[in-house]
């Protein structure tokens, strides 16, 4: 081998590793940029699967709270059902009574109403079953008035008309004025173990 060739030898072989370091070089830096490549993925992968986990926990939470709610007010509304029902029937309780007894209950109602004058009317089916001495206890209970021969479209109870006055002593009117008081002691009975 001449001198030219040993150079020219020398030269390819010092190219071939320079090229050999470079491409050790390149191939360690792209393995690092890999491996960083890949911890990024995997924490981010991780966020991800964090976030969607948190997002699913919250969408189930809100899910059961929304079941939760639903549930709440379909009770209340069956306890709402049930208070309404007791008060219709506490209406017909009170208009079932025997007449002695029912009307008991309207003179106790007029002493609410002491010291009124005018006329008191009632249903067709109390007016035909008048007690003789109504006019005299109701009287007696505070309310001055003449029995008027006109009948009101009521459940039960009366009105009482002084002049241009009318006091709705009906029976659905005492029970709608007094419906708060009524319905907390109706609920308090009813769903007692509850509470």
Not at 162 to 172: H, P, R, W, Y
Request: with cysteine.
């Amino acid at each position: 081998m001449t001198n030219d060739n040993k150079l020219f030898e020398s030269i390819i072989n010092s190219g071939k590793e320079q090229a050999q370091l470079i491409i050790d070089e390149a191939e360690e830096k792209a393995a690092g940029i890999l491996e960083e490549a890949e911890k990024k993925a995997d924490a981010e992968a991780e966020a991800v699967s964090a976030n969607a986990d948190a997002k699913a926990e919250n969408m189930k939470n809100a899910a059961l709270s929304s079941a939760s709610l639903i549930e709440r007010n379909a009770v209340l509304e069956a306890k709402r059902g049930e208070i309404n029902k007791t008060l219709d029937l506490l209406i017909e309780h009170i208009n079932s009574l025997e007449a002695d007894k029912y009307f008991a209950f309207i003179y106790r109602l007029a002493e609410g109403i002491d010291g009124d004058r005018g006329t008191v009317i009632l249903n067709k089916r109390d007016r035909e079953r008048l007690p003789k001495d109504f006019a005299e206890k109701m009287k007696a209970a505070g309310i001055d008035a003449e029995i008027s021969d006109t009948t009101a479209d009521i459940t039960g109870g009366f009105i009482l008309k002084c002049g241009d006055i009318e006091s709705n002593c009906s029976l659905n009117a005492v029970i709608e004025d007094r419906k708060n008081e009524l319905e907390d002691y109706i609920n308090r009975y009813l769903f007692a173990e509850e509470n």
